[in-house]
């Protein structure tokens, strides 16, 4: 599903306008990418958490010419699914 069919989806299912619909989930969005861009983290009960994790620099083989490259530190976002969500999609 695309951001384009998530917001089709809500507006067919609630009373709420497309435009309307739209600037719900930019600013949802929005306020997970802050979240985990901070590092404080975003948890929603039963779905899930996002937050971010530090991966270490390292060094990288291109495997195309199998030169070695030094990559460095950064964080990686990442998604830890809620016991919920485990479920549903288990069934």
Do not use: W, Y
């Not at 802050?34 to 009960?45: L, Q």
């Not at 971010?52 to 070695?68: E, F, I, S, Y």
Request: proline residues 3%.
């Amino acid at each position: 599903m695309k951001k384009t069919d998530l917001i089709l989806d809500l507006s067919e299912k609630h009373t709420l306008s497309k435009t309307e619909v739209k600037t719900c989930v930019d600013v949802i969005l929005s306020i997970l990418v802050d979240g985990i861009a901070t590092g404080e983290g975003v948890e929603v009960r039963g779905f899930g958490s996002f937050s971010r994790k530090h991966k270490n620099a390292r060094l990288g083989v291109n495997p195309r010419t199998g030169k070695k490259t030094q990559v460095d530190a950064k964080f990686m976002p990442f998604f830890k699914p809620g016991k919920l969500l485990k479920e549903v999609v288990n069934n």
